[in-house]
Each structure stands twice: as structure tokens, then as C-alpha cells.
């Protein structure tokens, strides 16, 4: 009854939803959700691996400003965000990809610029990664988590210089050697770089190359726009 429900929807300031609705919500109803600042859109467990797209609903909803958003299954096909995607006053983002490059990996103008805060997903994580090429033009990111998503740094991370704290790894091993070279030029307050941790068939953990760590370590440091910025270092 709208009688009823459209006074309770004004107050909602949090939203979880099934993906298996956004096919059906109105564009509409959005409007009626004047308080929403938060949506989740997740999957039941053990339903099928479809992709499904976001409800444009998202659009009329005028104080959004958290999004979780895992968009597709380890089957699906690769796809992009909807072309008003970047439109959305959007200040954190939780998303992630599943078994392939995905195209929206590749499009710097396809995240909404008002963006502040990223944390990006994948599985599985033996494959080559993303290039994360879609936070290149985003003015006022100020922190990334890449968990598994990505094998190292991108060459270019540097330019993103609103950049304030960066957690990179996750199942993958970050290897502080091969990163060093980006993260000194970057005017990091928190860098994170974890190593793998976890027990596949009872063999020991990988852990985290050595050689040349310290000497990487040093180099990240010292005399370094890094080195003068950085608070924490895990």
C-alpha cells in the first residue's frame, strides 16, 4: 500500500537488496528515497553467478553517497557501468570484477569524480589483475584498497595526487621491490602492502620476496615526498 509505505520510505537512510530486484525497480521510486546515503546490492548465497546491472533508481536518490556494488558473476560477461553512473554524488565505492578483465577497468571517465575513498575486489586471484586504470582522473581519492585486484602498482599511480592512504594486496603478494619506484613519489600518509598468508593444501605460506627489501624499504623512505608524509607503514 503506498498509503503506508511511501511516509517510511523518506526516513530510510540504509538500503541492502537482493540483485535478483534491481530489474524491477522503478527509476521512480528513487524519489521516494530522500534519505538514503547508503545502498548494498549483494547476491544471496548460493544463487546463480548472472550479471545483473545497477537500478536506476540510484539516480534519484539526492543524499547517496555510499554504494557496495559487486556487479558480476565469475561467468558473466564483461560490462560496463551505465553511462550516468558517473554522475552520482558518490564519496565511497565498494565494487569488484569476477573472472575476466572487465570494461569499465579501462574507462577513466566512467567513476563519479566526487569519489573519495575505493576499495576494488576480484576473484579468483590467479589472473593478471586490473589495471585500475578507471581511478586515473579522480581529483579528490584519498584512499584505495585494491585487496586482490591488482599485482603491483601501476606505473602512473603517482599522478593520482589526492592519494593519502593505498592498502594493496590481499591473497596476491605485493612486492615492495617492484613498487617502490611509484610509491616514494607519492605523498602517502598510510601505505599497507600485505603478503600471503594462507594455507593452500597444508603447504607453507609464500610470504613476501626478500631480496632487496631493505634496500627497497630505504629507497621508499629516504629523502622521499613518501619518506616526509608517511605515519603508518604496515
Known amino acids: 500500500s503506498k498509503a503506508w509505505s511511501y511516509p517510511l520510505y523518506g526516513g530510510i537512510r540504509q538500503l541492502s537488496l537482493d540483485c535478483a530486484w534491481c ?9 521516494c528515497f530522500v534519505s538514503v546515503e547508503c545502498v548494498e546490492i549483494s547476491r544471496e548465497y548460493g544463487s546463480p553467478d548472472v550479471p545483473y546491472d545497477l537500478p536506476a533508481a540510484l539516480r534519484h536518490m539526492p543524499k547517496l553517497r555510499s554504494l557496495r556494488f559487486y ?14 553512473f558517473a554522475e552520482l554524488p558518490l564519496l565511497e565505492l565498494y565494487t569488484g570484477a569476477s573472472g575476466g578483465q572487465v570494461a569499465w577497468d579501462l574507462d577513466d571517465a566512467c567513476l563519479p569524480r566526487s ?9 579468483p586471484v590467479d589472473w593478471q589483475g586490473l589495471s585500475l586504470t578507471c581511478i586515473r582522473r579522480l581529483p579528490r581519492l584519498r584512499e584505495l584498497r585494491t585487496n586482490d585486484a591488482v599485482q603491483t602498482c601501476p606505473a ?4 593520482v595526487t589526492s592519494l593519502r592512504r593505498l592498502h594493496m594486496g590481499g591473497e596476491e603478494n605485493i612486492d615492495l621491490v617492484e613498487c617502490v619506484d611509484v610509491l616514494r613519489r607519492m605523498s602517502l600518509e598510510s601505505l599497507q ?21 631493505m634496500d627497497a624499504l630505504e629507497r621508499l623512505v629516504v629523502g622521499t615526498p613518501c619518506g616526509a608524509s608517511l605515519r603508518e607503514l604496515n
Open 71 to 84: 556487479p558480476y558473476g565469475r561467468d558473466g560477461p564483461a560490462q560496463q557501468f551505465p553511462t550516468w
Open 115 to 123: 569519489l573519495e575513498f575505493i576499495d576494488v575486489d576480484s576473484w
Open 193 to 213: 602492502l600485505d603478503s600471503n598468508l594462507y594455507l593452500w593444501n597444508d603447504a607453507p605460506p609464500a610470504g613476501v620476496p626478500t631480496e632487496g627489501y
Open 156 to 159: 602512473w599511480l603517482h599522478e
Open 23 to 31: 530489474p524491477h525497480i522503478p527509476p521512480e521510486i528513487g524519489g
